[in-house]
């Protein structure tokens, strides 16, 4: 699940604002939501917002990416970094309305704008809404495209040859963290049952963006191991959007809605085959086809055209889009295509993707972690115990495998570790309600920021070690194949 | 001047309905604007959107263009086409709010976006001001790079040493129209001053995009007529500027804000000297840097930051974003890195370029071109005068350069016709003043669609005559040139 949620549970607590104006409103709700209050000097000012913001998040990437790739760390990492740097815990440059910050200060980005654009800061804050909502919106469609270069990279074959084994490591990564982090709360914490079940659910998502991210980084992605991870890390993103709907049913009315669940796993296993078996059928007209266009992005827009409409059909049957992307890049992995569309996906990526990695970052409020903060201490204690059921419970998965003593069973329990985004809606959600208090939501945070941040080095050198430090120049390889083009 | 301008002035009309709201909020205008009504189930939604609209731009730029490329017209032309027939004027399948469109039925992608996702129609529309919203951006995004990448293939020494040409045809393609236009309309039509000079100022502008791109089309970007359109071109988007500001200001006070002016034209020469001087001066250091980076994305994203930066400073300071990407892209063009960022650009353009092109048809309303409905006949009898002066206007520019027997003089006076968007302009500005007739108005819509469609067939007729039919062949070759790749 990406990231698209998140904005769907802080929301409900600015409602009421809306609605105090709605009944006195002569005009139809549609008229004052959207940019309609932008008035004629603002339009370009959206744009300025926009490139104001790209060049902060292409800035922190690249210094966070540039940096760790130094120090080596997978570059994924600095990015993130970067964006914490920027965002809401530091320099409060990129700040996303939804998180509450319009209300108390505008953004130092916000208050630049206004100031050199001569607009005024009261012009830019009404414009930032909908610029943060554009680079939100280039965000999740970052995350789009990396799950389709993903899928671009993956083997069909392989990954179908690993299902059993991803199976395993997808149910044992859910159930596991689930019932000890939940049980832990309730017999160690002395907590109430809903708190602990949400607590729980948030144990058991795995980010499948950044595992990713850093497997392609490490040259992994088509290692058995790296399959056995993509493969259970999709299954996890499934698994999670069902976990989610239960969770909030149960918090919301008490009781679990079966014909929900039935909807979900029916429509998700129907989509994942259904697309898989039909784009397999069409892909020969695919490529027909695109053989006959004549003119400039045949191939490139060809294909966004069947990944934006996976990506669509995913979200209207209410999965994730990323679930389409990544299933329209294993159909068209398939075709003869793929070497090309690879290479023309890599500068779309190049641009889209970090804008994903920055913007998890910016978003995270890190302050959670001080403990000279009094409040914070109690979430720290409950988040220690968090993160070791978080890392145990993942890391067990990879030993389930039976047989096949040469993988390395480590490598795959430490792929699934991080909860990146997907953590944070579950707090999310949690918090919006009532069902947490404040030092476990605080400590569920505390977890998923952790979890995400020490993935990639643990990755890196858990790979490193079976492999006697090969990754490591791999991939310095996989960024000098871009740069090769230039020379 | 890119469309930036266009929802400006549309958005006027429905300010008093947010100022009927305002005054009993007891929360900022801030809290109301943006996506601050769109609550919890919505927020997937706006992504939903944003997918299906980009399905639909994509499949419109194929069909239109491919349908184009077959009958030996330029691509572009179908990507214009391709828009109208999914927008305002045709399938209502692509809608932009700014047109007034939500106010009436909402667009049938809305409908079919409420009924897919299960969301509901109400909720459909509550999100399509947002998501619009983000389509325009990705359009001015779009337009963005284009000039980037425009800029990046033309020759800086050779646009230097056509620049008194350049010049020269700017001049005369500005004041011949305005004289001729404006002053027909005062004697051969009897309308008074204000609004011939409106029509007038229309008749000035030169759309630098679609130029640019059948240029490119043609592979005549980089000949001498090719770079004497271009730098006239760009010219004439600075002059369109000021000429709009004087218009604008006339309408309004009944008097020329002298101050103003100079301003303008001062910040347009100190912002394109200045940025290329420093840019030539930094770009040794650039290269450096590029060349020190080790992770994806290095140059690309590098150059990226340089766009954005340039192109945000344009904005800043009242001129345009694509005037800050062109001369990024003049700059980057003449370091050793420009052939391997050139390759790199080309996927990045192939997705962004098609949503201007096809953004610009969908709201073009070519419902003022039938002669059927009684009402539009008088403005067809305008828009025939105009045209005429449109066409003439700008075709006499290329008969002004002395000596250079060789040279296409028909060539680059076709070149400058199309009026696209920076027309479109002209008449969103003049219909908000109040000081244009509805016959006048809508004849001016009617002379920028017809320049605008009329000129890409024109241009290859011209350059064909006189290369004996081998552009076409080239413009094969340049597409072909991406296949390349796939094989």
Known sequence: MADVLIPAVTMVARMPSLMDCAPILPVPVAEISGEASVGAEEAPLILAGVLLSLIVIYLASKVGGEFCARINLPPVLGELVGGVAVGVSALHLLIFPEAGAVETTPSLLVSFLGATTGAGLETAIAVSQTYSEVISILAELGVVILLFEIGLESDLQELIRVGPQAVIVAIVGVVAPFLSGTLGLIYLFHMTAIPAIFAGAALTATSIGITAK????????????????????????????????????????????????????????????????????????????????????????????????????????????ILGAFTAGLVLAETDKHKGLEEQVIPLADTFVPIFFVCVGAKTDVSVLNPLVPENREGLVIAAFLIIVAIIGKVITGFTILGQPEINRLAIGVGMIPRGEVGLVFAGVGSASGALSRPLEAAIIVMVILTTFLAPPMLRVVFQSSDSGEPALNAEVASATVEDVDT
């Open 214 to 321: 850093v497997l392609a980084e490490l040259q992994q992605l088509s290692s058995e191991e790296g399959q056995i991870i993509i493969g259970a890390a999709v299954l996890d993103d499934v698994l999670g959007i069902i976990v989610l709907a239960v969770v909030a049913s149960l918090a919301k009315t008490g009781e679990v809605e079966i014909s929900n669940i039935v909807y979900l796993v029916l429509s998700s296993v129907i989509f994942l085959v259904g697309s898989i078996v039909l784009g397999r059928f069409f892909s020969p007209y695919f490529v027909a086809l695109v053989d006959k266009l004549q003119t400039r992005g045949d191939l490139l827009l060809s294909s966004l055209i069947f990944v934006f409409f996976l990506s669509y059909i995913a979200t209207a049957i209410h999965l994730e889009a």
